[in-house]
């Protein structure tokens, strides 16, 4: 078990063995319980440090590929476990932020909570497409059409109301999601692909949107980038 490391802007500094079996989605096993629980340490929402790779631990390691420069893949091999044992911090987006705020990377899709200065959080996240759509929907009794451009707006933002498990908006449905931008929130969702995908809406993971709700309060800065 590796030792327990703080993570901050300034970024861990103790360098750990990892175990360098490679491993592949459903993989189980103490070398999974390893990654789950450096993962953790480092600010990252792989689950239960449970011995059992499944998607949450897939959607962390992504993140965790990402931030270090590593393409995104479920395979953990050379570079990404010895990344493990020294990994880099997310670029820091706002360098004059507030101590508590989320940033989103739109490049490299994924976000970062900073409380009270230190990373508290890092997730993979999918954004806005880009692609403009037109769909039908039932909405306040009646069929209405939709039609936008699917993307997620750069700049600085703060976040509003909330909802409580699944609510369901005129463009589907969205758990626990969390308002910034008038209709553009922070949400689970049950698809989370390695590219943009969304509306507009920021998806997460549907374990870190469990989490999400008790660790960003209302009000909170969010900031947006390329």
């Known amino acids: 078990m590796p030792p327990t490391v703080a993570a ?3 970024g861990p500094t103790t ?3 990892a175990p360098k079996k490679t491993l592949k989605l459903g993989a189980k096993g103490k070398a999974v319980t390893w990654l789950q629980t450096r993962l953790k340490e480092l600010g990252y929402r792989p689950g239960r440090a449970d011995g059992s790779y499944g998607g949450s631990t897939m959607t962390a390691v992504w993140a965790f590929q990402k931030v270090n420069g590593i393409r995104p893949t479920s395979t953990i091999a050379k570079r990404t476990w ?3 044992e020294n990994p880099r911090t997310p670029k820091v987006l706002v360098k004059n932020g507030k101590p508590t705020r989320a940033e989103v990377n739109l490049t490299k899709q994924i976000m970062v909570l900073y409380v009270d200065g230190q990373v508290k959080l890092i997730t993979h996240i999918s954004s806005g497409s880009g692609v403009p759509y037109c769909e039908t929907a039932k909405w ?3 069929s209405q059409r939709f039609c936008g451009s699917a993307r997620t707006p750069t700049g600085d933002f703060k976040t509003t109301w909330r909802a409580k498990g699944w609510h369901r908006s005129y463009l589907g ?3 626990n999601p969390i308002f ?3 209709g553009i929130a922070f949400h689970g969702a049950l ?3 390695l590219y943009p995908a969304s509306h507009g809406c920021v998806r997460m993971p549907m374990n870190v949107a469990v989490e999400l709700p008790g660790l960003l309060g209302k009000g909170v800065p969010v900031h947006v980038r390329r």
């Open 140 to 142: 306040q009794g009646k």
């Open 15 to 17: 360098t750990v063995a």
């Open 173 to 175: 449905q969205l758990y």
């Open 180 to 182: 910034f931008n008038g």
């Open 191 to 193: 698809s989370v692909p």
């Open 8 to 10: 901050s802007e300034a």
């Open 82 to 84: 010895t990344a493990l």
